[in-house]
DNA sequence: CTGCACATGTAATACGTTACATGATTCC
DNA sequence: GGAATCATGTAACGTATTACATGTGCAG
């Protein structure tokens, strides 16, 4: 679940937290790739300690709940670096570069073997894709040829062709940014 | 519901189309931007038909359930209109481009004010993102200053640096291709 | 004196995914 | 013989969002 290995990839990286603050910290960092409300954070926590991947302190406090001050586990450790050095599965999804990215954010105290690892099956992965999508992109005349509202078409052909040509851009800039980065940790 | 516009805008564009050829279509265009099952499509279907968006010819098949063709009537042009035209609500989220996209691609109907009036609502806010984003970067190093772990820190730091970075510049990219593209529609 | 930050949680609802149900035809 | 495509749908489950519940302290 990707709400799991968020917290617990914070809770490393952040040791001693209470939910309240991991909630703000999402807001302000993993925020643009990742959010979650309170509600759903609370019951994680929960749960993730009765597991065993965590352990919390309770803090008094005067006029307000009692604080949780969560901490990972060696066995939450384990289970985090399972996850991340599980190949990613990639989706056919705009969404699917951003989660990438997302468990990237996480891989800070992992060895060099393991981030090339994981960068070089993105590099594979969206140049494959990019691939794909240029070719598939004939596709886009053949969906608005079918259509009987030919008014619509054109102007609409128009609009997908330049989100389409945009998609190639931003697929470019991904790849690149992904081969910088891997040069980066080249051994 | 993000599920009813994609429906609406696709019959619009496709009509007298069946659930089935919808999740098809869905799946080679929007569907980099928007995926839904046809579960979930059944049941929209048969509510925006009900609730009159919608109207469906059967075609009898043999060996297989009778084909609903749905087309839009006028209420559902209204209802979409409706939504295309009331301002995106963006939120400081990943996700949130892709979905103003997504409404983009179902405008090919709209006249050029409306087009243009949603091209500058983009290019004002993710300008105004840009801004805070570099601005707020700092954040980062202040967040993990205070992390206990300092061994991962280190790395931590360099990784997500390196991420906010690809941020910046694959923000650029998408603001100067709202650019064009609003250079095209200019009167 | 209204609203926000702090601090934890439960309950209800909405939405998305997987599994189930049926069955002919075609391609490997 | 098995998998994929066509074609519709319901049921169960999992996840995410909103609302509810409680209560202090501080700033505008």
Chains 1, 2 share one sequence.
């Not at 105290?109 to 993105?122: F, Q, T």
């Not at 494959?128 to 992109?137: A, G, I």
Request: charged share 30%.
């Amino acid at each position: 679940m990707k709400i799991d290995t968020v917290l617990l990839g914070l809770i490393k990286i952040h040791p001693r937290i209470s939910g309240y603050q991991l909630k703000t910290i999402i807001n302000e960092s993993t925020g643009y790739f990742f959010q979650a409300h309170l509600s759903q954070i609370y019951p994680r926590l929960k749960q993730l300690a009765e597991d065993g991947r965590l352990v919390f302190e309770v803090v008094p406090q005067t006029g307000k709940p009692d604080q949780k001050l969560y901490t990972i586990t060696n066995e939450g450790v384990e289970t985090l670096n399972g996850w991340l050095r599980e190949p990613y599965k990639f989706k056919k999804q705009r969404g699917c570069f951003d989660d990438y990215v997302l468990k990237f954010l996480f891989m800070g105290h992992l060895n060099n073997e393991d981030i090339l690892r994981y960068l070089d099956s993105g590099i594979a992965y969206f140049s494959e894709e990019l691939h794909t999508l240029k070719t598939d992109n004939l596709g886009v005349e053949t969906q608005f040829a079918e259509s009987a509202s030919k008014g619509d078409s054109e102007s609409s052909v128009r609009l997908w062709r330049g989100v389409m040509d945009h998609l190639f851009e931003e697929t470019e800039l991904r790849i690149e940014w992904l081969k910088k980065t891997r040069d980066t940790y080249r051994v």
